[in-house]
């Protein structure tokens, strides 16, 4: 639907692609925040993807890959007032957006140009938002962390289910993931993993009734929590 240049996005570069007035899928005006399927595929080297309202660039990630891989990732992102979402991308890489859905600006959901929640990789992303010990999740080891009241993205109350990107890196075993609302928990999976691997996925995830999430995952470890918007109760 969009024309953009047969070439890769260069690395620590951005491109900006108007999402509304997409005939038959996007109208021209009143869109809040669009949801995509972003798909990287040929990056010269490993990095991740950044989807963003064209604004101020906070390099957290929405899709992460490793150099020659073909990786693809849901997205919920904020529309510029233009109308516009940039993606800048770390390592030069080709780009496939498809689109699956629009969201009305005022509605229930409110989005949020991403923003670092978490990381527990030692001396990483010292820009998070919440500070969290430096150590791998597993097994007992259960994260809860407080979702709501973040500065510019989520406010301290009304918040019903917080929009996130969850990145599992530095993984000991095959395993998953699983984000839920600090109560009884489910072993069902948010995320999955390899063995050594850095992979990520959006998840939708309720808060519970003091506004925080908690994080298992039935192998050890690391993880990056991103967030890019908030539902209304």
């Given amino acids: 639907m969009r024309?953009?240049?047969?070439?890769?996005?260069?690395a620590n570069k951005s491109m900006e692609v108007?999402?509304?007035a997409l005939g038959g899928y996007?109208?021209?005006s009143g869109v809040g925040s669009?949801?995509?399927?972003?798909?990287?595929?040929?990056?010269?080297?490993p990095g991740f993807i950044t989807v963003y309202a064209c604004g101020t660039l906070t390099?957290?990630?929405?899709?992460?890959?490793?150099?020659?891989?073909?990786?693809?990732?849901?997205?919920?992102?904020?529309?510029?007032?233009?109308?516009?979402?940039c993606f800048y991308s770390l390592a030069a890489t080709d780009l496939v957006v498809d689109i699956n859905g629009w969201i009305a600006a005022g509605s229930g959901f409110h989005g949020a140009d991403p923003a670092?929640?978490?990381?527990?990789?030692?001396?990483?992303?010292?820009?998070?938002?919440?500070?969290?010990?430096?150590a791998k999740i597993g097994g007992g080891n259960v994260l809860e962390v407080q979702v709501t009241d973040l500065p510019g993205a989520v406010p301290a109350s009304g918040v019903s289910a917080v929009s996130l990107n969850v990145t599992a890196t530095n993984t000991e075993a095959g395993g998953?993931?699983?984000?839920?609302?600090c109560g009884t928990m489910e072993?069902?999976?948010?995320?999955?993993?390899?063995?050594?691997?850095?992979?990520?996925?959006?998840?939708?995830?309720?808060?519970?009734?003091?506004?925080?999430?908690?994080?298992y995952a039935n192998q050890r470890t690391d993880v990056i929590v991103d967030i890019n918007g908030w539902i209304a109760d």
């Fill in 187 to 215: 072993e069902v999976s948010s995320l999955n993993f390899d063995t050594d691997a850095t992979v990520a996925n959006a998840v939708l995830a309720p808060v519970s009734a003091s506004g925080t999430i908690c994080l």
């Fill in 59 to 85: 390099q957290v990630s929405s899709v992460n890959y490793v150099a020659g891989q073909t990786v693809a990732n849901a997205v919920i992102a904020p529309v510029s007032a233009n109308g516009t979402v």
């Fill in 34 to 45: 669009v949801s995509l399927n972003v798909v990287v595929t040929n990056p010269d080297a």
């Fill in 116 to 134: 670092r929640v978490l990381d527990t990789r030692p001396g990483q992303s010292t820009n998070a938002i919440r500070h969290v010990p430096k």
């Fill in 26 to 28: 996007v109208p021209s």
């Fill in 3 to 10: 024309n953009v240049a047969k070439a890769k996005l260069g």
């Fill in 176 to 181: 998953f993931i699983t984000v839920f609302a």
């Fill in 18 to 20: 108007p999402v509304t």
